[in-house]
């Protein structure tokens, strides 16, 4: 069965402690890997796709990485406007639908 | 680019009445779009997926005559939740599939917030 689970649940750092978010995946054909952020009351805002192994991207102060069985989302030195939910969908082959994991909320301090 | 608003972005009705919810891509074709559910603190629910000019397909568990989908036009669904009642109160949020090729990602409009007395 295809399966994403998102670590931690939540998460609160200080302004500018890096940390990353995981997501762990089981699909039999993967698609895509895709990143979204989500503030509070809002539809999700698109941020990264990742296709194949080993592939990177990154944006301001978030850099997403991808192996065959999880990806990382990468926090460097944050911001307390990066505080949200972040959310990993994985999209299976043959299929436009996601599978959506259950969200890290990060809260970041000043 | 790639932009997708909803109307209206918040709803409260009476029990038993019936609210359509619009969602519209603005700057793109979407041939295909998708209708989520989300509860408090809870990650997105696929209710449907939406094929302009075709029936939408339903997932397991959601009342298709409950929730009815219409794909009109390459940049219109909209979501009708008939006779609702107070378990239908929830954040509902569309997406819209931005292309023809299988990566292409969904980009998300701003939800509506239903509220069912």
């Known amino acids: 069965e295809d399966q994403v689970t998102q670590s931690p649940e939540a998460l609160r750092l200080q302004e500018g402690e890096s940390s990353s978010l995981n997501c762990s995946y089981t699909v039999s054909g993967l698609r895509g890997l895709f990143w979204y952020r989500q503030d509070p009351g809002k539809g999700p805002e698109f941020l990264f796709t990742l296709y194949s192994a080993g592939e990177e991207k990154e944006k301001e102060r978030l850099k997403a990485t991808l192996t065959k069985k999880e990806s990382f989302l990468h926090i460097t030195a944050p911001k307390p406007e990066d505080s949200a939910t972040y959310l990993c969908a994985v999209g299976p082959s043959g299929t436009y639908k996601y599978i959506f994991g259950t969200g890290t909320r990060l809260k970041v301090l000043a | 680019g790639a932009v997708v608003s909803q109307h209206p972005s918040r709803v409260i009705c009476k029990s038993g009445t019936s609210v359509k919810i619009e969602c519209r891509s603005l700057?793109?074709?979407?041939?295909?779009m998708f209708w989520y559910r989300q509860f408090p603190k809870q990650s997105l629910m696929l209710m449907a997926t939406s094929n302009e000019g075709s029936k939408a397909t339903y997932e397991q568990g959601v009342e298709k005559d409950k929730f009815l989908i219409n794909h009109a036009s390459l940049t219109l669904s909209t979501l009708t939740v008939t006779s609702a009642h107070p378990e239908d109160s929830s954040f509902y949020i569309c997406?819209?599939?931005?292309?023809?090729?299988?990566?292409?990602?969904?980009?998300f409009g701003p939800g509506t917030r239903l509220t069912v007395l």
């Open positions: 700057d793109f074709q979407a041939t295909t």
């Open positions: 997406s819209a599939r931005a292309g023809p090729s299988s990566y292409n990602e969904q980009f």
